[in-house]
């Protein structure tokens, strides 16, 4: 498994996701299954073991911009 080094843009994004806590319906109902599918840890939603970005434009922008240009990542541009 492709593990990738965390930044302090990381840690940056990942304040930002607990500070917009809104979640869509969608999110709200796989919680309510309590199925081990969905959970919240530390204020940070998880959706089929994936973090759950909020709806919010510029916060996907943000993660968009750094996860495409990272030179971590090894794509640049």
Do not use: C, F
Not at 23 to 32: S, T
Not at 46 to 71: A, F
């Amino acid at each position: 498994m492709l593990r990738r080094i965390i930044t302090t843009n990381d840690l940056e994004i990942m304040k930002e996701i607990k500070r917009n806590n809104t979640k869509e319906w969608e999110v709200v109902q796989a919680l309510e299954k309590n199925d081990g599918l969905s959970w919240e840890e530390d204020e940070i939603v998880y959706v089929e073991g994936r973090i759950y970005i909020p709806n919010n434009k510029k916060l996907k922008e943000k993660i968009l911009q750094e996860s495409h240009d990272s030179v971590n990542v090894g794509h640049l541009g």
